[in-house]
């Protein structure tokens, strides 16, 4: 899988988790939502994001 694959994965992931989260434990787990939304927002225009630093690092392709 490439990159981009897995950071949709992994988005997607911590997304869900952390909303079933907020029902069982508590609502501030939505603040994590937001910020994943926030770094996915900012980088659509910066073509930018942490996390696909940290999966080159681990080897994964980029195509």
């Not at 990159?3 to 997304?15: C, D, H, K, S």
């Not at 939304?37 to 910066?46: A, P």
């Amino acid at each position: 899988m490439t990159v981009n694959r897995y950071l949709r994965l992994i988005a997607g992931l911590f997304i869900m988790l952390s909303v079933v989260l907020s029902q069982v434990h508590s609502p501030a787990w939505l603040y994590f939502t937001a910020f994943i939304g926030l770094n996915l927002f900012q980088s659509c225009f910066s073509n930018w994001c942490p996390m696909m630093t940290i999966l080159r690092k681990l080897g994964v392709a980029d195509r």
